[in-house]
């Protein structure tokens, strides 16, 4: 067998081999994404989406009190995004039978991570939760051909008359963010 260089290739593919990276992808300072137990049996499965110690706070993001539990529906190819908040934290859980594309962009000045950007699925089989910090702009694409179910537990009550939640376009990061990678 003989081994081949990029010169051994037909030219008009030759121009569009690329190396894939296969480096961990840059994470946002502040964000957490918090493995859960999930636990597959004959008769179906379990999963925990949350342990609360005595105080209230959640194991493993110490100081982070729930104020409100929320769920929203994305319907099949829905872009919600940008949203940011300059008070509230929150947390993401999406059923493993789901699965949703999300997308993290921080927008803080003087974090380490200034402008930037994540990806990030889940659901998808996996139980995770995911922790986004006040000013870290969050939104999400639904790439399946059914709704998804999104649960969020937040830490301020959200008030309808002064609401801590900003918009930026969708596209403001530019298009091609929420466009999948595929090979």
């Not at 300059?86 to 789901?98: A, G, L, R, T």
């Not at 694409?141 to 301020?156: K, R, W």
Request: proline share 5%; no cysteine.
């Amino acid at each position: 067998m003989t081994n081949l260089a990029l010169d051994d290739i037909e030219e008009t593919i030759k121009t569009k081999i690329y190396n894939q990276s296969y480096e961990k992808a840059k994470e946002i300072e502040g964000v957490k994404i918090i493995k859960l137990r999930h636990l597959v049996a004959d008769e179906g499965d379990f999963a925990e989406i949350m342990r609360l110690n005595p105080n209230g706070e959640l194991e493993g993001l110490p100081g982070f009190k729930i104020a409100q539990i929320n769920r929203t529906r994305l319907f099949s190819g829905s872009v919600k995004a940008w949203h940011v908040h300059f008070k509230q934290n929150e947390i993401w859980y999406v059923p493993q039978s789901f699965q949703l594309f999300v997308g993290l962009w921080d927008t803080r000045k003087n974090s380490p991570t200034a402008n930037a950007k994540m990806r990030i699925n889940l659901g998808g089989g996996d139980s995770r939760l995911l922790y986004i910090p006040n000013g870290v702009a969050h939104g999400s694409m639904n790439l399946s051909n059914q709704p998804v179910e999104l649960f969020y537990f937040v830490d301020q009550q959200f008030n309808i008359t002064s609401p801590d939640e900003k918009r930026i376009p969708w596209q403001a990061a530019g298009h091609e963010f929420w466009t999948p990678e595929r090979d």
